[in-house]
């Protein structure tokens, strides 16, 4: 028997994606993220990697002469297509492009003249590729240790989600098979990062609405170089994963040569458990949320691990969850009931109002599933969501909400409309039941997607491609693509890189993030500083000083460390202050002009009033001649002063006495000095009164 709910994808892929580990920890119980070790992610398998997408900094696009990097609000013109399947270079069709021609989506994509040409919309054929980023992926790939090809080899990519009008991306590697330094002392690492490849790619669509069937896109950023930089599944916690995305991003950063800003950089991570499966996780734009990202994805792979040992202790088969092929699923399959007619009428406003439509109404039986559909796959979410997901996500539906099964009995139905489903069915205690309600040809779809994915249950984690969601939960995204979705690109020739373009771009590499720290480390900053401060958006800053601050290079980046987010929050501080302007300051500290514990008052006022002259900011801080007549003056006005703790005991004076002096003196006299005048006029003071 021919099965569509079965399609050849599964079959076909390589066993590549699967966790080396086939032994599941059934038995660790769920965590939230935070709660675990390192240990604790060993023992659960946990591998992760990533894929950073980075937009490179130049003028045109990639592969035609449109600017790179203007994004529009308005366009002149929308074009509309719709999707169709091709065979693939073997003869097969791909899983992913039969899921999206199930979709039947309309793709519109909006243009604007000064953003797009013939090109994007293949109506020309390519341009030669862009020089300037060619010579960006060569540089980062240089930073990043790669091996680099001799030639560029373009490539297609397959790409249905419609994001790409030609359905493939231009794709082509510039280097591979490189490691560096992967070092992260607050988290006990010390080895290498092993980087897989770097490719020079063109930015797809950027997706405005999808509504439906109708998907909507902008032309802006189509066609736009990004790098592509893919590491090997090293990565064996959530905060590791992190890390080395933070790592990828500063050495691409380091160059100055590439995109900032929300969308500019976006990751795709991969992560599987024991017994899972490679799952591709898309477009986080963030390095914050990846950390509970992938733990969360690591337990629903866990639980879903639960699930099909549950489904296989029950003893149910994949001969039981599938429908035959052809016809409307209601029509060939005793599991599945048209109930249009037998909830009329129904008081759920949902079913009700898509019988209003004149919409069908389906309960499905899925035997042996009954009770599963509430076991716990994600913080707030229910093994139920995986199958209303890829209904959404392929059928398609318009209205919300578009489902409901029996493990929530209290919701939607009455008692009496589940006994009618449930007799129909011929549904016994251990099934679930699931309700769909959607016009008739997404109805059949949503039906069929249901049997496909209670059929992945048996299998665990199924293979797709999923989105990451705002609450660190993440959803399914598409099925994941044939291992044959690249071929060669017969419009462009072979690129040759010249060796002398190579050794320009070596001779001008910037300094990589590692090799910065190390040259903080050996000004003697310690380790986790020096970390953190070949980080920050002022380490350049701080180069410029480093040079006057001379031994102080330690007291110049703790001050910077803790004056500048300060000020920042503060709201004083939009833009990094000139070197400049602080030179001064750094000087007199390492000549020893201004005390060290003025520095950061100081600095705090060069940042504050950016127009008053160093030399007068820094007068205020430095020792004067006058400066020991006028303590003795303002001992006398601090100890006169009516809101003077008079009569309180000496050393609640003193405190009181030292706080209101040192502001007007710290810097200018050592703070031992001031005391011990302070407490010689407190005994004179004390003297006469007794005299
Ligand atoms: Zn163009």
Same mark, same amino acid.
Not at 53 to 75: D, M, N, W
Not at 488 to 508: C, Y
């Given at each position: ?529 020096? @970390?953190?401060? *070949?980080? $920050?958006?002022?380490?350049? #800053?701080?180069?410029? !000083?480093?040079? &006057? %601050? ?117 810097? @200018?006299?050592? *703070?031992? $000095?001031?005391?011990?005048? #302070?407490?010689?006029? !407190?005994?004179? &003071? %004390? ?5």
């Amino acid at each position: 028997m021919v099965v569509e709910s079965q399609p050849a994808v599964g079959s076909v892929r390589p066993p590549g994606d699967l966790n080396p580990r086939r032994d599941p920890a059934l038995d660790f119980p769920d965590a939230d993220f935070g709660e675990l070790s390192a240990a604790d992610y060993q023992v659960l398998g946990f591998m992760s990697g990533l894929e950073v997408h980075q937009q490179l900094i130049t003028r045109s696009k990639l592969f035609c002469r449109c600017p790179a990097g203007r994004f529009v609000e308005e366009y002149d013109a929308e074009v509309l297509r719709h999707m169709r399947p091709t065979l693939s270079e073997l003869g097969e069709y791909d899983g992913t492009a039969l899921m999206e021609f199930k979709t039947k989506k309309e793709i519109v994509y909006q243009l604007e003249r000064g953003s797009v040409c013939t090109y994007e919309m293949d109506d020309t054929p390519p341009f030669e590729v862009d020089d300037e980023a060619v010579r960006i992926a060569i540089e980062i790939s240089l930073l990043l240790n790669l091996n680099l090809v001799a030639e560029l080899h373009v490539m297609r990519k397959q790409y249905l989600d419609g994001s790409i009008p030609t359905g493939f991306q231009r794709t082509a590697m510039v280097g591979l098979s490189g490691v560096i330094p992967f070092r992260v002392p607050e988290l006990g690492v010390n080895r290498e990062l092993r980087i897989r490849q770097l490719s020079l790619e063109e930015d797809s669509c950027r997706e405005i609405s999808d509504i439906g069937h109708r998907i909507t896109f902008r032309t802006d950023r189509l066609g736009m170089p990004l790098t592509e930089t893919v590491t090997e599944p090293d990565l064996l916690t959530p905060l590791e994963l992190q890390a080395a995305g933070r790592l990828l991003a500063r050495v691409a950063r380091a160059t100055g040569k590439v995109r900032r800003g929300s969308g500019a950089a976006r990751q795709d991570v991969n992560v599987s458990v024991a017994g899972g499966r490679r799952i591709e996780i898309k477009g986080v734009d963030n390095h914050k949320g990846l950390p509970p990202l992938v733990h969360i994805e690591a337990f629903r792979q866990l639980n879903l691990l639960r699930v099909k040992a549950e489904l296989e202790r029950r003893g149910v088969t994949g001969e039981m969850l599938f429908v035959p092929d052809g016809g409307r699923p209601w029509e060939v399959s005793p599991n599945v009931f048209d109930a249009s007619t037998a909830l009329q009428p129904c008081d759920f406003a949902p079913i009700h109002d898509s019988l209003q439509r004149g919409e069908k109404v389906i309960a499905v039986r899925l035997p042996g599933l009954g009770g599963l559909l509430n076991h716990r796959t994600q913080p707030g979410v229910s093994f139920a969501r995986e199958f209303a997901d890829r209904i959404r996500v392929i059928a398609c539906p318009v209205h919300r909400p578009f489902m409901m099964h029996s493990d929530l009995r209290d919701y939607g139905l009455d008692p009496r409309q589940w006994r009618i489903l449930q007799k129909q069915l011929k549904a016994e205690s251990g099934d679930a039941m699931m309700v769909v309600w959607a016009p008739e040809t997404d109805a059949a779809t949503a039906v069929r997607e249901i049997f496909i994915r209670a059929h992945d249950a048996l299998k665990g984690v199924p293979a797709e491609t999923r989105q990451a969601y705002r609450d660190g939960t993440n959803g399914f995204e598409r099925i994941l693509p044939g291992p044959d979705r690249m071929y060669p690109d017969t419009d462009t020739p072979p690129l040759p890189i010249p060796d002398s373009a190579v050794i320009e771009v070596r001779a001008g590499l910037p300094e990589t993030p590692w090799v910065r720290e190390e040259r903080y480390r050996d000004l003697g900053i310690d380790d986790a500083a020096a @970390r953190r401060l *070949a980080a $920050a958006d002022w380490a350049d #800053l701080f180069d410029e !000083l480093a040079l &006057a %601050a001379g031994d102080g290079a330690r007291r110049l980046a703790a001050a910077l460390e803790k004056r500048i987010p300060h000020q920042r929050r503060q709201g004083r501080l939009t833009s990094l202050p000139e070197a400049e302007r602080l030179r001064p300051l750094v000087r007199a500290a390492e000549t020893g002009a201004i005390r060290p514990e003025a520095f950061e008052l100081a600095l705090d006022e060069l940042i504050e009033d950016r127009e008053a002259p160093p030399d007068k900011v820094l007068s205020t801080f430095c020792p004067g001649t006058e400066d020991r007549a006028e303590l003795e003056s303002a001992i006398a006005e601090v100890l006169n002063r009516p809101d003077a703790p008079v009569g309180k005991p000496g050393d609640v004076i003193v405190r009181w006495a030292m706080g209101q002096l040192m502001r007007r003196f710290i810097g @200018r006299v050592d *703070a031992q $000095a001031v005391k011990g005048r #302070l407490v010689e006029a !407190l005994q004179t &003071a %004390a003297t006469e009164v007794e005299g």
